[in-house]
């Protein structure tokens, strides 16, 4: 038989199957929509120094409100950098953002958690951050970490340092960093410079990225503004992320939704570039969203937008932050699963890089255990599904076909031994049949997933930092906690 050459070794750099919602044409109108918002309505920035800086780069300004023109955008987006790789806490190339790779984690600051344990939704505890991030630690489909829960028996004031502290001291993998003030991000990051070294040694190999929720796009809050400021200047990565919805603070069609956000994200492109050159900056994924005015609640797994940020952030080639997982569900029931399973697979096809909200219900208000562990397993099959396949002479095993003819069994076979675990088998997603199932207890998805978050949290023991790093991270702790209780 004639010989085939082995197919190209693809491996885990291999490009997904790419999906682009937008064609080049419809970026480049959105882009030029974008750019006409800010030349000609401009933005709001409520800090004297962004003011300054933006009027010394060519900007115009009227008080706060400056409008940007096209060049100083195009500039910046020049400068940007196209790439950002996110390490683990042991300095090791965890994450890389470009391309179509895609990374998955959790979300951050639920209110509520769904306790697997007693079907009860309560308010968060600080024990439930400790048992999420322990369980996102051990999910190996889980590459990076959020806080998940906002713990309610803490002092809320400082809230963001008590879930630092449990995200650093509970995995090793990369943290997206949420703060609620400038002074809090300046602490949590100051815990993560103890962990690497210094702050230079956190730039080199970083393992934070702080994620700066702007709630409109063209006003760039004192509060965020300073925040940027300060990741831009020792060059820390910051993930900019404007918000509009659509109905209420832009426009409801998707289109003019689109524009007015990205306006928001340029501008922000533009401030980080202007502080630092080169500073890594991590666009949204996501936007161009709106309220169910029905419900007056902001739906997480509407299908309207989905594609066609990431479509937009692949036109700029930056590195981008995508939201998929969660769902508006109540409960761990058919429609988490299938929203969750929806809005993960539209984002892997559009590398979304990271991929954030995996086990949040109720529009991002509970946190869910068990609905994370069943995101993991959806995260699997999706990988799976979309891997490169391997087509050379081994794997087509024309001989093998030959040998046996027409009427062979190939279970027997060394070549089924060899490959069968190449093949993706569920933990949770049930295949027995009937009988078997029922033997096993008949249990459903979502009680199979409670087990199993029980299962991992009784075995799972997170690398802990050392005890010099465990100090470090305390001391900055105790020193907020003086801090309030003398303000």
């Known amino acids: 038989m004639a010989s085939l050459e082995p197919a190209p070794s693809i491996g885990s750099a291999g490009r997904s199957p790419a999906y682009r919602r937008l064609t080049d044409d419809q970026c480049r109108l959105l882009h030029d929509a974008s ?20 009027r010394r780069a060519g900007g115009s300004v009227e008080g706060d409100l400056v409008r940007i023109p096209a060049s100083l955008v195009d500039w910046a987006l020049s400068v940007a950098p196209r790439e950002l790789t996110l390490f683990d806490r042991a300095g090791e190339p965890a994450i890389t953002c470009a391309g179509d790779a895609v990374a998955f984690g959790p979300g951050s600051d639920c209110l ?15 024990a439930d951050a400790v048992e999420g991030i322990t369980l996102a630690d051990a999910l190996p489909s889980i590459d990076f970490v959020m806080s998940m829960f906002l713990p309610s028996d803490v002092d809320m004031r400082i809230a963001d340092r008590y879930q630092m502290e449990v995200m650093l001291g509970h995995t090793t993998k990369p943290i997206v960093l949420v703060t609620y003030e ?63 919805s659509g109905g209420t603070t832009g426009p409801v069609t998707t289109a003019g939704n689109l524009a007015l956000n990205n306006a928001g994200v340029l501008a922000g492109i533009v401030l980080a570039q202007l502080v630092r050159e080169g500073t890594p900056l991590v666009v949204p994924g996501f936007g161009g969203d709106a309220l169910d005015l029905r419900t007056m609640v902001d739906p997480y797994a509407e299908p309207d937008h989905r594609g066609t940020v990431p479509a937009l952030a692949h036109w700029y080639g930056l590195p981008m932050f995508s939201l998929a997982g969660g769902s508006d569900a109540k409960v761990v029931d058919q429609q988490a699963a299938a929203e969750a399973a929806l809005t993960l697979l539209v984002d892997a096809l559009g590398g979304g890089h990271l991929i954030h909200d995996s086990g949040y219900l109720e529009s991002g208000l509970t946190g869910s255990l068990a609905h994370l562990a069943i995101c993991d397993e959806l995260i ?16 087509l095993a024309l001989d093998l076909i030959d040998e046996l003819g027409p009427d062979g069994s190939f279970l027997e076979t060394d070549h089924t031994v060899r490959h069968y675990r190449e093949r993706w088998y569920p933990g949770l997603i049930e295949r027995w049949n009937h009988e078997a199932w029922r033997s096993r207890g008949g249990h459903t998805l979502a009680e199979r997933a409670a087990a199993r978050v029980d299962a991992l949290l009784a075995s799972h023991r997170p690398e802990p930092l050392t005890a010099e790093a465990q100090a470090a991270v305390r001391e900055i702790v105790e020193r907020a906690e003086r801090s309030v209780a003398t303000s």
């Open 35 to 54: 750019l006409a918002i800010l030349e000609r309505t401009g933005v709001r920035l409520q800090l004297p120094e962004a003011v300054e800086l933006l």
């Open 112 to 126: 509520n958690i769904l306790d697997h344990r007693t079907g009860e939704r309560r308010p968060a505890r600080l």
């Open 182 to 244: 400038h002074d809090g991000m300046v602490d949590c990051l100051e815990m993560a410079a103890a962990v690497a070294g210094g702050f230079e040694a956190l730039a080199r190999r970083p393992f934070v990225a702080t994620y700066i929720n702007v709630t409109r796009a063209l006003v760039g809050n004192e509060d965020s503004l300073r925040k940027l400021f300060f990741l831009a200047e020792r060059g820390l990565p910051a993930l900019w992320v404007p918000v509009t």
């Open 380 to 395: 699997a099959w999706i990988r799976q599904a979309i891997a490169p396949i391997r087509i050379d002479e081994e794997t």
